[in-house]
């Protein structure tokens, strides 16, 4: 089984690896991502599961048993990454899926309702700016007509890359088991190899839109400008004051600047806030705050803002009970049950109805969404083996 699991972990490390960074480049529907998709099919066809897909390109491959009866419970992650992203976040929980298949199997272990293993694509919103939307239209949260014309940054819309249109991937889908690299210090802290998670902080995207009048960067007085680059500059302080004074998070990671020229003052500088917090009301009270002071500014320097939602996503509560037998007793105790502040597909699935349970998988360097993301190999046979016992008490 070790050898399962990092053989398959071998055939991805290097797909979509920048060689300049160490990071990866796994963007929807582009080459590396298509091909880390094929080889999913493939180790599904491989081990004979029964792979299934939708107009949306999502995944989900059954182990058919004929004494298997009833809904399934479905494990699996996501293999798209961020820009320069780790190798862990999302292919982790994929692979883990197919190891602890193979290990349930070399236990001779017969499940006794199905079992299934699946990819949802575009998790990360990298592409098309809303995330998880794979899993957002496979349960229908977000609808194929608001979906279609969402486009990437190079003005291709989603409905030219897929054929879109419906989903009955997860009709038969009772429980959904995600397994996750963590993306914080957590288990570090608590010396636990695993951990269970108990919610999901609501975090959102918002596109700031400064405008102001391009001007010569020489002859211009400094106090006849209407420079959205100064606006934006105070938000993003602003920003990062008003999450700290609130225990939450705000993050500016992406700005494009319009004509972006060095002896030019901007016409127009579009940013992206990430904001997350602990409650619903506290996200809306941070954003308000952000918005408010972020426009109060653009009056006095003479510049405009207007401020858009592109993803947000509402606080999730994973099914207690669940999170507890799933945490329950695993040879060393109880795994820990955390909080996480990243959002996954397991949380539009809880979100949809579907009782959900995610399983994370300690990473010593705390990192994410970075080449520095990591975990070692030892913890990861832990998870696979916590996701295999998971997966044999749900479908015993
Ligand atoms: O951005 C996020 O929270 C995630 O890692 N998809
Ligand atoms: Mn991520
Ligand atoms: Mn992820």
Redesign the pocket.
């Known amino acids: 089984m070790p050898d399962d699991f990092e053989r398959m972990w071998g055939d991805l490390a290097p797909v979509g690896l920048s060689r300049a960074s160490g990071g990866y480049f796994r963007q929807p529907f582009t080459s590396p991502e298509r091909e880390l998709s094929a080889w999913f099919v493939e180790q599904c066809e491989t081990r004979g599961l029964r792979v299934e897909t939708d107009s949306y390109g999502n995944v989900v491959a059954w182990w058919d048993v004929p004494a298997a009866t009833g809904p399934g419970v479905l494990t699996g992650s996501h293999l798209d990454s961020?820009l320069d992203g780790g190798a862990y976040?999302g292919p982790l929980g994929v692979v883990s899926a197919l190891a602890a298949v193979d290990l349930l199997r070399s236990r001779g272990f017969v499940p006794a309702r199905p079992i299934g293993v699946s990819v949802f694509v575009e998790?990360?919103?990298s592409r098309f700016g809303l995330?998880?939307l794979g899993s957002r239209l496979a349960v229908g949260s977000t609808s194929w007509s608001d979906a279609r014309s969402l486009r990437d940054r190079d003005g291709v819309a989603l409905g030219d890359v897929v054929e879109g249109g419906s989903s009955s991937l997860l009709s038969s889908v009772g429980t959904f088991v995600e397994l996750h690299v963590e993306?914080g210090r957590d288990l570090v802290d608590r010396g636990a190899a695993v951990g269970v998670a108990s919610e999901i902080w609501p975090?959102g995207r918002y596109r700031f839109e400064f405008t102001g009048a391009a001007n010569h960067a020489g002859t211009t007085r400094m106090e006849d400008r209407a420079d959205p680059m100064l606006t934006y500059a105070f938000t993003a302080l602003g920003a990062n004051k008003q999450a700290r004074l609130a225990g939450q998070r705000a993050t500016f990671g992406r700005v494009s600047v319009e004509p972006n020229g060095t002896n030019a003052v901007p016409s127009r500088v579009t940013a992206w806030l990430?904001a997350?917090c602990s409650s619903d009301s506290g996200l809306r009270d941070l954003v308000a705050a952000i918005s408010g002071q972020a426009t109060e500014r653009a009056g006095r320097d003479g510049t405009s803002l207007a401020v858009t939602a592109e993803s947000v996503s509402a606080s999730v509560s994973f099914d207690p009970a669940l999170a507890a037998a799933v945490a329950a007793d695993h040879g060393v105790g109880d795994w820990p049950i955390i909080a996480t502040?990243?959002?996954?597909d397991a949380g539009v699935l809880s979100a949809a109805g579907i009782p959900t349970a995610m399983l994370f998988v300690r990473n010593p360097t705390g990192v994410?969404?970075s080449p520095l993301e990591h975990a070692e190999i030892a913890d990861c046979l832990v998870g696979v083996s916590a996701l295999a016992d998971t997966l044999e008490r749900l479908t015993r």
């Open positions: 961020v976040d998790e990360e919103g995330a998880c993306q975090h990430d997350r502040q990243a959002g996954h994410s969404h």
